[in-house]
């Protein structure tokens, strides 16, 4: 079993991956800028309700749609710093 930490709460060896190489695929990152736009969107739709012309309908469309973009470029983002930290690992060693 591996904790936080990356050592084995078994036998306090050290797990053989480096940390930062866990999150390979950007999911974690991809979930921060979700929560990131989740939050950001619904104050800012929230704040400006009484300006705009949508029905609650829409504004929680534009939400979503904000939410999902901000998790994708999350993602993306995840993606490309692990391949910059991967590579920077490589010239290094």
Do not use: E, N
């Not at 036998?11 to 991956?17: Q, V, W």
């Not at 929230?46 to 705009?52: C, I, N, P, Q």
């Not at 939410?67 to 010239?91: D, E, M, P, Y």
């Amino acid at each position: 079993m591996r904790t936080l930490t990356g050592y084995s709460s078994l036998t306090g060896i050290r797990a053989r991956r480096p940390r930062a190489s866990v999150d390979s695929c950007g999911c974690a990152m991809g979930a921060r800028f979700l929560a990131a736009g989740l939050i950001a969107s619904s104050l800012w739709y929230a704040w400006r309700w009484h300006l705009s012309l949508l029905s609650l309908r829409a504004a929680i469309l534009c939400i979503l749609v904000w939410s999902v973009v901000a998790s994708c470029a999350g993602k993306l983002i995840g993606i490309l710093l692990f391949r910059q930290r991967s590579h920077r690992i490589k010239t290094t060693s």
